[in-house]
């Protein structure tokens, strides 16, 4: 879906009910603020998910689903780790997964972190290919992470969801109109359903400003709910 597309159509629903009106520059706070909303709710599904039992592997096809949605904003970034203490990328959403020389890197809880130094079956071990790790917030340096045992290279790879880039529907003036152009625009870069599934819900919160409860209800009618 073209942010053009994204944009008409959320004016033409808007001028079917007859509420008001959206400029361009509201339209990309908007469409903004949902996709990033709706990028939270699909990773809590996803963390519930992968946090728990599920039967019939219904959990399983729920995740491949969202993962397979979030694959556009799923990148991998070396860490650069001196001394045990890591440098990476600042702006990741969510951390899917680190690695060391292929190996999985255990995330820990800073209330695991004794219970794994003291651990006598799986202690961080190099010859063993146990590694665990955490994160921290190092002020005036900003998300680092700790590994154990202590690595001292570039060797570890992270991969994380990035924040979803802004859309902007850009545009030139001919004969004093606005006149979309799609150089200068940023496209969404969600697939065609799921960008669908975002203008609904840009709708439903158009539906809230304007206090029309009818438009309020259309967008809950047409939302997929995460519940």
């Given amino acids: 879906m073209t942010v053009d597309y994204a944009y008409k159509y959320i004016?033409?629903?808007?001028?079917?009910?007859?509420?008001?009106?959206?400029?361009?520059?509201?339209?990309?706070?908007?469409?903004?603020?949902?996709?990033?909303?709706?990028?939270?709710?699909?990773?809590?599904?996803?963390?519930?998910?992968?946090?728990?039992?599920?039967?019939?592997?219904?959990?399983?096809?729920?995740?491949?689903?969202?993962?397979?949605?979030?694959?556009?904003?799923?990148?991998e970034s070396p860490i650069e780790f001196n001394n045990g203490v890591g440098t990476g990328v600042q702006d990741y959403v969510y951390i899917l997964a680190i690695t060391y020389l292929g190996h999985k890197m255990f995330y820990l809880t800073k209330d695991q972190l004794y219970n794994m130094q003291t651990d006598v079956i799986d202690p961080p071990s190099f010859s063993d290919n146990k590694y665990y790790f955490t994160d921290i917030y190092i002020d005036g340096s900003g998300?680092?992470?700790?590994?154990?045992?202590?690595?001292?290279?570039?060797?570890?790879?992270?991969?994380?969801?990035?924040?979803p880039n802004p859309v902007l529907w850009n545009y030139t003036i001919v004969s004093g109109r606005q006149v979309y152009s799609s150089s200068g625009s940023s496209q969404p870069l969600w697939d065609e359903l799921t960008a669908q599934e975002i203008c609904n819900r840009c709708l439903k919160k158009l539906g809230v400003h304007f206090k029309d409860g009818d438009f309020v209800n259309y967008g809950n009618s047409v939302i997929q709910t995460a519940n």
């Fill in 143 to 163: 998300k680092r992470f700790l590994s154990y045992p202590s690595i001292n290279d570039s060797l570890a790879k992270l991969y994380y969801v990035d924040t």
């Fill in 11 to 75: 004016l033409w629903q808007m001028n079917k009910n007859q509420v008001g009106s959206l400029s361009a520059t509201e339209f990309g706070y908007l469409f903004n603020s949902e996709q990033i909303a709706y990028m939270n709710d699909l990773l809590g599904v996803w963390q519930r998910n992968n946090n728990s039992k599920q039967g019939n592997l219904t959990g399983l096809i729920e995740n491949q689903t969202i993962l397979n949605k979030l694959l556009p904003f799923t990148k």
